[in-house]
């Protein structure tokens, strides 16, 4: 299983990673990423999206961890 | 504050900051002839960190020794401002924590070592290693590194970053410091005072270790209490709190709540006051002893007010990195402090409730996960001033709180 690790120290909320992963994330009232899960797990159907999203975070502030 | 009582049972506190005292009472550094030898003795003594997290200390020591060209630290940071025990520690022994830092140098097979102190007590520790190198007291060099005095200087990562000469900010913890700490290396981060612990676990056994404590929680832990009462006393775990109030001195008045924890922890109502002082204890008020702070709220003082003080001060001391954290906290801390002082309005206690969710778990360290523990604690162990307050009545100020 792949879940969605955020670096906090890195992320400025630019909203890049909600844009593409609705499905998983949306901002909070400050414009940084909120997991509509608690721990934000990837389905196997959104792992493009999510790779996606891990590389073109402007921050370098998304990754994958393998669980 | 550092009033030190002299107690027949105490272990840490016993022989003085002078090494040839210290060697006279507790004998020579006791070697353990090798890495990886006094990890099966720190688990059958059940030894667990005396910094806050309480995690066992020989998961960490197995975890650093199985890594290359580790590194140690000896945290006495001591971020926490109702918290003296660890300067305490290090004015009064210094030895049996220096002792400590080498054996757990010698256990994890680390050529460098670090001791992470604040100002005050930094001159004692380099006059200790000034009187060991003197002696040829120990085999690796110990540099003391000096602490910033913030809330969060002494958390994990944040001690990597110093040691490293950069601001002692936490990191985030993608890569574990046990794993990736100082330049890259496997890192033994660990409080000072469980380093005391580790020596004395080395010279006398897990057995004597564990002669005092609870079967579940071993040992004693050194306990800084303040408010009403003060003053750092080691007890042994399971205590019951009001035996540990009653060796402060007593509360020369009753007691309306008592903070358990320091400013991350949680109240306890007076009549939790039986409870014991241990995880098992004081879960049900969903507090644990952590870095072993206590602050006495007397009666007639308004919780609420104090509450919304020690949570501005929380979010003043945000490392300004998280979003969730910068953002979240100042907005906690307002919202309290408009319960406390005002203007009023119905819904603040669910504003509360709803920033407390929003920024749990969403920072790279424990500090807006703890402010939260420790704000949910406030609004339930003083519902009644909530209520209180919203009808324009104060504990403290009587009527005209808004």
Same mark, same amino acid.
């Given at each position: ?9 890195? =992320?400025?909320?630019?909203?890049? =990673?909600?844009?593409?992963? @609705? ?20 389905? @196997? ?11 073109? =975070? ?10 | ?32 002839? $090798? ?7 720190? *688990? ?24 290359? !060209? ?9 971020? %926490? ?84 000469? !950069? &601001? ?13 700490? #100082?330049?890259? !290396? ?16 080395? !010279?006398? $056994? ?9 079967? %579940? ?16 006393? *080691?007890?042994?775990?399971? #205590? ?50 952590? &870095? ?22 929380? &979010?003043? *001391?945000? &490392? ?8 979240? +906290? ?13 203007? +009023? ?12 969710? +929003?920024? *749990?778990?969403? $920072? ?25 307050? +919203? ?12």
């Amino acid at each position: 299983m792949t879940r969605l690790h955020i670096d906090w120290t890195a =992320c400025e909320g630019r909203g890049a =990673c909600v844009e593409l992963l @609705p499905e998983l994330l949306y901002r909070d009232e400050w414009g940084y990423p909120l997991a509509r899960e608690k721990q934000p797990q990837v389905p @196997p159907a959104l792992e493009g999206h999510a790779r996606r999203a891990v590389r073109d =975070c402007p921050r370098l502030a998304l990754r994958f961890v393998e669980t | 504050m550092t009033a030190t009582v002299v107690d027949s049972r105490a272990r840490l506190i016993v022989a003085g900051p002078d090494l040839a005292e210290h060697v006279r009472r507790h004998g020579p550094v006791p070697w353990q002839g $090798g890495p990886h030898r006094l990890i099966p003795l720190v *688990e059958a003594a059940g030894l667990t960190g005396h910094g806050g997290a309480g995690f066992p200390t020989h998961r960490k020591l197995a975890a650093v020794a199985a890594g290359d !060209r580790p590194v140690v630290v000896g945290n006495g940071a001591e971020g %926490e401002p109702a918290s003296a025990k660890d300067r305490t520690l290090l004015h009064h022994a210094p030895h049996l924590v220096l002792d400590g830092l080498q054996l757990a140098a010698e256990c994890v097979g680390a050529s460098r070592a670090y001791l992470y102190v604040q100002q005050a007590p930094a001159e004692a520790v380099r006059h200790a290693l000034a009187q060991r190198r003197a002696a040829r007291q120990d085999r690796i060099a110990v540099e003391v590194v000096v602490a910033a005095d913030r809330f969060v200087s002494g958390e994990e990562s944040a001690v990597v970053s110093a040691v490293e000469g !950069r &601001a002692p900010l936490p990191r985030d913890k993608f890569r574990m410091v046990v794993k990736s700490g #100082v330049r890259g !290396r496997p890192t033994l981060v660990q409080n000072v005072e469980t380093l005391a612990h580790l020596a004395l676990i080395a !010279r006398h $056994g897990p057995t004597w270790f564990r002669s005092r404590g609870t079967a %579940e929680e071993p040992g004693t832990f050194l306990a800084t209490v303040n408010g009403a009462v003060g003053g750092v006393y *080691e007890l042994p775990y399971g #205590v019951p709190v009001e035996e540990a109030l009653a060796r402060a001195g007593g509360t020369p008045v009753p007691l309306q709540a008592l903070l358990v924890g320091g400013f991350h922890g949680a109240w306890l109502p007076p009549e939790a006051f039986g409870a014991p002082l241990s995880r098992a204890g004081l879960r049900p008020w969903g507090a644990v002893p952590g &870095a072993g702070v206590l602050v006495a709220l007397p009666l007639g003082r308004c919780g609420l007010i104090e509450s919304a003080r020690i949570a501005g001060y929380l &979010a003043g *001391e945000t &490392a300004g990195q998280c979003g969730p954290c910068v953002n979240g +906290l100042p907005r906690l801390a307002t919202t309290l402090h408009r319960l406390a002082h005002g203007p +009023l309005h119905p819904a603040l206690p669910a504003e509360v409730a709803r920033l407390s969710a +929003l920024v *749990e778990r969403r $920072g790279a360290c424990n500090h807006p996960d703890g402010t939260v523990r420790f704000i949910r604690s406030s609004m339930q162990i003083f519902a009644a001033e909530v209520t209180a307050h +919203l009808a324009g009545r104060c504990s403290q100020h009587g009527r005209g709180t808004r």
